[in-house]
Nanobody, 122 residues
Framework: QVQLVESGGGLVETGGSLRLSCAASGSTHDTYAMGWFRQAPGTERVFVAAISYSGATPHYADSVKGRFTISRGNAKNTVYLPMNNLNPEDTAVYYC???????????????WGQGNQVTVSS
């Protein structure tokens, strides 16, 4: 059984920065990929970023490219998402995800964190 525990998030003004963290525990696959999705009220969950186990292949949604950076921790069971130049459109609940390979499709992730609220005020 895999557990994903998130931290970070909160309230920030437009143009500010936040950092999300996620730690995986339990029976993760040897090549465990991790990533982030987000969901704003009344909308579907959308892809934000994902990264392979090695950390060599990050993937980003066009809306966050150049502002968000996904990375793995040295222990490989953690993933970080520093978010810069935030704007109100980034306001959402952010979910950490994990599974065998990185994907832009939420249906392909079996493991989900509890979600963390990020609110950007204008």
């Amino acid at each position: 059984q895999v557990q994903l525990v998130e931290s970070g998030g909160g309230l920030v003004e437009t143009g500010g920065s936040l950092r999300l963290s996620c730690a995986a525990s339990g029976s993760t696959h040897d090549t465990y990929a991790m990533g982030w999705f987000r969901q704003a009220p009344g909308t579907e969950r959308v892809f934000v970023a994902a990264i392979s186990y090695s950390g060599a292949t990050p993937h980003y949604a066009d809306s966050v490219k150049g502002r968000f950076t996904i990375s793995r921790g040295n222990a490989k069971n953690t993933v970080y998402l520093p978010m810069n130049n935030l704007n109100p459109e980034d306001t959402a609940v952010y979910y950490c995800v994990g599974d065998v390979v990185p994907s832009r499709h939420y249906q392909e992730y079996r493991h989900w964190g509890q979600g963390n609220q990020v609110t950007v005020s204008s």
